[in-house]
């Protein structure tokens, strides 16, 4: 099979959508992907067998939402280019759009009129995701616009998959057929993400580690604040931040002005590889999301990350979080509560045999739940369209 990886994003360092594209590489698909592009990459590469196009530059660096937008729209008519062309020259037989934004999903409309089937993958919910990002109610025009995008970017397409089993009984309830969406949450993949922590390290530093978007409601600066609650008591400590994303500057503004530029690094966007090999030598996870907010149902992918990498995790208790996970194999704290953030670090870091007890529980989780052991749910979705296609052909 030909396919495609749509995704406004950058391909080395999104783990969903190379996920995908690898697997569909290791059974013998020919793939392609179409992404955005860092300053200093190449506009084309081949990636573990996937050939990774990059069609636009993109810093992060939007500060509201028109800014935001134009640079979406680019990339939308960019994408319907490429993919327009490539329909008479090497068509798809699948074209798999990853969200956001939901409207990305019309780039296909060439190839889609020419038989070419089309999931809608939605990473996160747009309206809920616009209304955290830019602060807007639920009932302001531009959400209740987003919530029109969305039903018609659904009805449009194929077949959606949505990233987690909350988001699958929202959906199903206002936007699509339960028959025309699957749930598929972010697994790890052993091929990049596997049990290798506890690696030598120079020094007797502790080390927590946060590798992801760097938005409000992932909560981020309250690890900062906890880091500064912590420093006297706890001299070792180090936290590492990996990513990039709107409140990168407000981030160094605040490590700037609570005086732990020693203690915290801001490490920006890398390759999943060089995450990895980060994480296999750190001490802790840290995921701090805000439960208040868009975080409470956005399901974190590196927490399975962490587990599938041998380290014990530190996560704030989400309703997306407590769905998955149990207090056996996740160290839950209050979520926004940052007293109650450094306690638990501090707990950890006094507590090996707790984190050894995290370790041992999540083992048994991750062995059920990683890409190797999920991924035939992906297979069998995709090829029972393909011989749908081929028996309506012949």
Avoid at 83 to 93: G, K, M, S, T, W
Avoid at 142 to 151: N, S, T
Avoid at 223 to 228: D, R
């Amino acid at each position: 099979m030909r396919a495609c990886m749509l995704a406004y994003t950058f391909y080395d360092a999104d783990n969903r959508v190379r996920r995908y594209a690898e697997a569909l590489v290791r059974r013998g698909d020919q793939v392609d992907a179409i992404a955005l592009a860092r300053e200093g990459q190449p506009s084309f590469e081949v990636i573990r067998g996937v050939r990774v196009y990059r069609i636009q530059k993109r810093s992060i660096d939007e500060t509201g939402p028109f800014s935001y937008l134009i640079k979406l729209l680019l990339f939308f008519l960019r994408s319907a280019w490429f993919l327009a062309v490539r329909a008479f020259r090497e068509p798809y037989q699948l074209i798999h759009v990853h969200s956001v934004p939901d409207f990305e999903v019309f780039a296909t409309i060439v190839p889609r009129l020419l038989g070419t089937r089309v999931i809608l993958d939605i990473h996160d919910i747009v309206p809920e995701f616009y209304a955290s990002k830019f602060k807007v109610g639920e009932r302001s025009l531009i959400f209740r616009a987003l919530l029109l995008v969305e039903r018609l970017s659904i009805a449009y397409s194929n077949h959606v998959i949505i990233a987690n089993h909350l988001w699958y009984d929202k959906l199903t309830q206002r936007s699509v057929r339960p028959e025309k969406c699957t749930a598929i949450i972010n697994y790890p993949d052993p091929a990049i993400f596997s049990r290798r922590g506890g690696l030598a390290r120079a020094g007797n530093e502790f080390v927590l580690c946060y590798p992801g978007t760097l938005s409000w409601h992932q909560g981020i600066d309250l690890a900062v604040e906890a880091i500064a609650l912590l420093r006297g008591d706890i001299p070792e400590l180090r936290l590492q931040l990996i990513g990039d994303g709107p409140e990168r500057e407000n981030l160094k503004r605040l490590i700037r002005e609570r005086g732990l530029e020693d203690r915290i690094s801001l490490i920006g966007l890398i390759p999943m590889e060089e995450v990895a090999e980060i994480m296999s030598r750190i001490d802790l996870g840290i995921v701090p999301k805000r439960a208040d907010s868009f975080g409470n149902e956005a399901f974190s992918t590196k927490i399975m990350e962490f587990m599938a990498m041998n380290v014990p995790v530190l996560a704030s208790r989400t309703r997306v979080d407590e769905y998955y996970f149990h207090d056996g194999i996740v160290q839950f704290f209050e979520s926004g509560n940052v007293p109650d953030l450094a306690d638990k670090i501090r707990l950890l870091y006094q507590d090996s045999g707790r984190r050894a007890e995290l370790r041992s529980r999540s083992s048994a989780f991750i062995a059920q739940n990683s890409w190797d052991t999920r991924q035939h749910e992906y297979f069998g979705l995709i090829d029972r369209w393909a011989s749908t296609r081929q028996l309506a052909a012949v």
